[in-house]
């Protein structure tokens, strides 16, 4: 009788929930949390972007849940009154602004959306986000300037932050970090080559009630 064989521990099988196939909400709720954790800088820019593409190639629950191991799950503030940003909608297209030897502006009344794009190439792109509505709490502006100029600007109540490169150019995101937890979060990333990219916010500009805003808006 061979007592090696008896003597072997049996090998605990893998954790059978890992093999489950991930659906569009479980990469949802992944999203949701990285999208956070962005919102409150526990992640930077990059390493956003790097774990949302992991979770849209992801196939198992098994690769989904390393993702967001060393994030707190998204859980609601109860003692802060949440803005009404509406209704979860999945993400969009991204808005894109163009300035090719040209000018275009977003300025105004208008709803932002998750990203947008801009691009200026001997161009420049005004952003005055300071009348805008959010209709999210985070969102995303790439911006690229080449031998042009972007500039964006915000409300002084809101959060602000940026990642980005200046080529023999400037990339310069003012931070702010806003009083009410709650508050939107505009994240500026890109890089400029021979040219600008600025953001700040407009002084004497707020967005006194967000909420009210944007429930008439949707109303």
Request: hydrophobic share 40%.
């Amino acid at each position: 009788m061979d007592l090696d064989k008896h003597s072997q521990k049996p090998v605990a099988p893998a954790d059978p929930g890992d093999a489950i196939r991930a659906s569009d909400a479980d990469r949802d709720r992944i999203a949701d949390i990285l999208r956070d954790a962005l919102a409150e800088g526990r992640l930077d820019a990059e390493e956003h972007s790097e774990r949302i593409d992991a979770v849209y190639r992801a196939k198992t629950l098994g690769e989904l849940e390393p993702l967001v191991r060393d994030l707190p799950a998204t859980r609601k503030r109860p003692d802060s009154p949440a803005y009404a940003y509406g209704p979860d909608e999945p993400a969009g297209p991204a808005e894109n602004l163009v300035a090719v030897f040209s000018s275009s502006t977003r300025k105004g009344r208008w709803r932002v959306g998750r990203r947008t794009n801009a691009f200026s190439l001997f161009g420049s792109i005004e952003i005055d986000l300071t009348e805008a509505l959010f209709g999210q709490r985070l969102t995303v502006i790439n911006a690229t300037a080449i031998f042009g100029n972007v500039e964006i600007r915000v409300p002084e109540n809101i959060s602000l932050r940026g990642s980005g490169t200046g080529f023999f150019g400037n990339f310069d995101v003012l931070t702010l970090e806003a009083a009410d937890p709650e508050a939107p979060v505009v994240v500026v990333n890109g890089y400029s080559v021979f040219g600008n990219v600025e953001a700040k916010p407009k002084r004497g500009r707020f967005i006194a009630d967000l909420h009210d805003r944007l429930r008439k808006h949707l109303g």
